[in-house]
């Protein structure tokens, strides 16, 4: 038997113990190894595994034997003593219910079998610390704190306390006032009150920063000063010395000293009417509220400035009111003394159109001296009654205003009465090619009217060329030569009564007639471009997609390749601009080949040459059968084969070509019809007629019914049956059909059978 171990083993903690180097062990049926122990309280371990950890309950010396046994049933035996090492952490706290801010003292008071070597304290907030015996600051409240204790021994053994619970309470006091709100006037007084719904027995002391203090816990105090003041309350815990504090806020105004001016106190007397201005000049504090009343019965008025009309002689008396936001008021009152002249006028009528008069007459005066009448169009006059005035002008919006101004003796106390005066205007007015001058110059051409008359709603126009219209905007005019005309606008508004007319002055200038001349040329010539009446005065450019030596003078040259026109614009001294066309015919080697074709017999053909008519000479060999034989593709309808030889010139015998030409017959000819057709009207296969080659005359084409009546008969190959009979289109049905018909070969040809009408 032989074993391992430590020496020197913790309390409580698992420790292998490894007989691994025992020999002949047998350990099967929960045998093999026991271990005993001198410790009174372990049992013997019997196990089948050679490394079993144990667990040591009890600190002191003491000696561990090992039993092993083989398979005959021979047992040995191994002997240690080790050393069990115990640690017990204990603390106690000088407090456990505590307010914040406060220390609280911690005493280690653990245990160990030999030398406790390092100690870690959790303090609950998050704060730690390895002294023995630390004090800690709590200086934050927090509703429960739980802390605990690490210690470690010499050799290594170690244990925790269970957690101790800190209660904290918070130290709090709540202040009301009455006023709740206090924001107060000079001189009143504030009632203070204190609570006490956090700590025991507390003491009070007051500071209402106005130099007053209490040491109450319910006090008042009355504030003579204005201005913020924050009142602060210390409140301290008697037993502990905790202490917190608060602050209310007291807002004191002073009282207003109220006064006020009017923009009527620089006059010796007030006018009736008066409108008058009152302006709050009440200094302090800057911010208040205005009330008025002005004496007149007229609604009150609030605001820093507000006014009133009187317009009733007699003594008012004004008050003002004003009031801070905290109530504070202060009144004051002025004496208006008012008087004046009175008088109003009438007018014959207040609607006019420009051009015409209004009546103004004087009425219900009262101590007037003198008076001047205001027309509302920058016209007036003086102490004249009745009097009559023109109006030549009509504001913006239609609208003037008609015045009168009475005075008193010496000019003293004027008043006004005023009447509003409508005025209408029909303006004419309209603009040619938007032009609006009243004398304007086109160059001949169309031009369009645009009529901007004002406020009508008839017209008639006169455009100087005996034509005339009545219509709002006559558009485009065509006039039939240039010329100067006097076209005239007149305008109407038949509900007003109001008229006007506009006469403007139209010049059309002649477009410059301009002759341009062309020229025709050999491929690789220079051709030559000019102008046949060119004027010293105008300008010419030629435009074109070839080069021109100069594109300016009235006589140029350019080398086109391929035949090109040449495009001249002439301006003359009045802008106005003629354009001409002029052409370089260019004449290039013609290509020829031989050509032959078949045609069926009785059918036409062309014979194509490819050349610009007028510059080419034709000579066809032979003559007979052309339609034209001095032309670049003549035509012909032969019945048996021909041959022709053609020579082109050109017409300065430029260039020289030759080519051969035949056209052979197809002698075939026949006679034939569809079986079917659909005259549904969709465009297709709607119409059935004579098919085949070679018929030079159709004879006849007849189409029955089933009962022998003739539905269609024509002579024309190209006309054909479309289905209906008198306007009706016939039923689906088999019809029958006759054709006779010479050929081009005057054979006479005939066909019958059936076809088919379907719908």
């Keep these: 038997a032989e ?94 219910t ?180 009152f302006t709050d000049t009440t200094a302090t504090p800057p911010s208040h509220s205005t009330q008025w009343n002005f004496g007149n019965g007229s609604n009150t008025a609030t605001g820093p400035q507000a006014g009133t009309l009187y317009n009733v002689s007699g003594e008012y008396t004004v008050t003002m009111i004003v009031n801070t936001p905290y109530g504070c008021a202060d009144t004051t009152q002025r004496v208006y003394n008012v008087i004046g002249p009175e008088g109003s006028f009438t007018i014959d009528r207040d609607l006019i159109c ?138 109407a508004n038949i509900e007003l009564g109001c008229n006007d007319t506009m006469v403007k002055t139209l010049t059309l200038h002649p477009i410059p007639d301009v002759l341009s001349l062309g020229d025709t040329i050999c491929e690789g010539n220079v051709g030559e471009i000019s102008i046949g009446n060119a004027e010293p005065t105008s300008e010419y450019v030629w435009r074109s997609l070839e080069d021109i030596a100069d594109s300016t003078a009235t006589s140029t040259t350019s080398s086109p390749l391929f035949t090109a026109n040449y495009e001249v614009a002439v301006v003359d001294t009045n802008g106005c601009t003629g354009i001409d066309t002029a052409t370089i015919f260019v004449i290039n080697p013609l290509v020829l080949s031989d050509w032959d074709t078949t045609i069926v017999i009785g059918d036409s053909v062309c014979l194509p040459i490819d050349a610009e008519a007028g510059l080419y000479i034709f000579d066809w060999n032979p003559t007979d059968g052309l339609d034209c034989d001095t032309c670049g593709s003549p035509c012909l309808q032969p019945l048996e084969k021909v041959a022709y030889s053609v020579t082109v010139t050109d017409i300065l015998g430029c260039f020289t070509a030759n080519a051969n030409y035949t056209v052979d017959i197809y002698p075939e000819t026949f006679l034939a019809m569809p079986t079917t057709f659909t005259p549904n009207g969709d465009g297709a296969n709607d119409i059935i007629s004579v098919e085949g080659w070679g018929i030079k005359q159709l004879e006849e084409f007849r189409i029955f019914n089933r009962w022998g009546e003739e539905l269609f008969f024509t002579t024309n190959e190209e006309e054909g049956w479309d289905g209906y009979y008198k306007g009706v289109l016939q039923n689906n049905d088999v019809y029958v059909y006759k054709i006779r018909a010479y050929t081009w070969r005057d054979e006479l040809k005939t066909l019958e059978g059936y076809i088919n009408l379907l719908r």
Excluded at 51 to 56: A, E, G, L, V, W
Excluded at 414 to 432: G, M, Q, R, W, Y
Aim: hydrophobic content about 35%; overall charge negative.
């Design 3 to 96: 074993f391992q171990s430590d020496s020197i083993i913790c309390r409580g903690v698992e420790s292998p113990f490894n007989a691994g180097l025992s020999q002949d062990v047998y350990s099967e049926c929960w045998s093999g190894y026991t271990w005993q122990f001198d410790d009174p309280t372990m049992r013997p371990i019997t196990t089948t595994d050679a490394s079993y950890p144990i667990p040591f309950p009890t600190t002191g010396n003491f000696g561990v034997t090992l039993i092993v046994t083989d398979i005959n049933g021979c047992k040995d035996t191994a002997q240690s003593n080790v050393i069990i090492s115990g640690i017990d952490a204990v603390f106690s706290l000088s407090d456990n």
């Design 354 to 491: 420009r051009g015409e008069a209004i009546t103004f007459t004087l009425t219900d005066t009262s101590e007037v001296y003198d008076w001047v009448w205001d027309f509302g169009d920058g016209n007036s006059a003086t102490n004249v009654d009745p009097i009559s005035h023109t109006y030549t002008f009509v504001p913006p919006n239609g609208e003037t205003v008609g015045k009168l101004v009475v005075f008193g003796l010496e000019g003293g106390c004027p008043d006004e009465s005023t009447v509003p005066i409508f005025l209408h205007e029909v303006v004419a007015d309209f603009s040619l090619n938007n032009q609006t001058d009243t004398a304007v110059a086109f160059c001949f051409q169309e031009f369009d009217t645009e009529n901007n008359s004002l406020n009508a709603d008839n017209y008639f126009w006169q455009f100087g060329f005996g034509a005339a219209s009545s219509v709002e905007q006559p558009g485009t005019l065509v006039y039939p030569e240039p010329g100067t005309y006097e076209v005239s606008l007149g305008v």
């Design 98 to 277: 505590i307010c914040a801010p406060t220390d609280v003292d911690f005493t280690d008071q653990s245990t160990s079998d030999t030398t406790i070597t390092s100690w870690f304290w959790s303090f609950g907030d998050l704060s730690f610390e390895t002294d023995q015996n630390p004090t800690h600051n709590y200086g934050v409240f927090q509703d429960s704190i739980f802390t605990f204790l690490v210690v470690e021994n010499a050799v290594g053994c170690f244990d925790t306390t269970g957690q101790q619970l800190i209660t904290m309470y918070e130290l709090s006091s709540s202040v009301n006032s009455t006023p709740f709100f206090p924001n107060i006037c000079v001189g009143n007084t504030v009632n203070f009150s204190a609570s006490e719904p956090g700590g025991i027995d507390l003491s009070f002391d007051w500071n209402f920063m106005d130099g007053n203090t209490s040491q109450d816990q319910n006090p008042s105090n009355q504030f003579d000063d204005a201005g913020t003041f924050n009142v602060s309350v210390v409140y301290t815990e008697t037993a502990t010395g905790c202490m917190d504090s608060t602050i209310k806020t007291v807002n004191v105004q002073a009282y207003p000293e109220a006064g006020f001016t009017s923009d009527g106190d620089s006059l010796s007397i007030f006018c009736n009417p008066q409108n008058v201005v």
